[in-house]
Structures are given as C-alpha cells and as structure tokens.
C-alpha cells in the first residue's frame, strides 16, 4: 500500500508564489506516474499536473506558465512549484499515483489526504 503525503499548502497573496511536496512512502517505478489535482470552490476534482518520475510533465492550461512539476530522486519526493497565483487557484491540492500517463482522475489509484492552498487578493 502507498502512502502519499501532502505539505507546503498555505495562504499567500495574489501573484505570490507556493511550493507543494508529495512524500511517497515507496520508491517509484521509471514508469509510476505522479499527478496534482486540487478541488476548488464550487467544482469538482480537477487536473492540473502530471508526470511519470522519469519523463515530461504535462499541465492543464489554467496552470501552464505558471506552475512547474518536478521530483527528487534521493528523497522520493514530488514538487509543485505555484507562481503568480490568482485567486482562482485556491483550492485543496492533492497529489496522486498511478500508472497511465493520464489527466484522467479515475486512473490514479493512491492519494495524499490534501493541504489547502489559499489565495487572497
């Protein structure tokens, strides 16, 4: 069973910047594929990074430009490093394991338990 846990999440100001960490209690696969989704205000769970831990990322466009997805290696570690956030990025933030390189929520079977990010303007 992988655990997943998420940290980093806080309240910043708009155009401010976060940085998410995804502790994975296992050592991943070349192949695993690790997301970020987050749940926001009035919406569903919805996509917004992926990678395979020894690939290229994928973004959703809302957040294109401004978020990177990057891992380490040593630590098993996964990143989301969130620049200029707007106040529509507020939102729980959930980091995700699976095998499919997919934006498909429904494809990723363990999940961290969230942290909350916050944007004020």
């Known amino acids: 069973q992988v655990q997943l846990v998420e940290s980093g999440g806080g309240s910043v100001q708009v155009g401010g910047s976060l940085r998410l960490s995804c502790a994975a209690s296992q050592r991943p696969f070349s192949r695993t594929v690790y997301g970020w989704f987050r749940q926001t205000p009035g919406k569903g769970r919805e996509f917004v990074a992926l990678m395979r831990w020894r690939g290229s990322p994928f973004y959703a466009d809302a957040v294109k430009g401004r978020f990177t997805i990057s891992r380490d290696n040593p630590e098993n570690r996964l990143y989301l490093q969130m620049n200029s956030l707007k106040v529509e990025d507020t939102g729980v933030y959930y980091c995700?394991?699976?095998?499919?390189?997919?934006?498909?929520?429904?494809?990723?079977?363990?999940w961290g338990q969230g942290t909350q990010v916050t944007v004020g303007s």
């Open positions: 995700a394991q699976g095998a499919e390189y997919t934006s498909n929520q429904e494809s990723y079977e363990y």
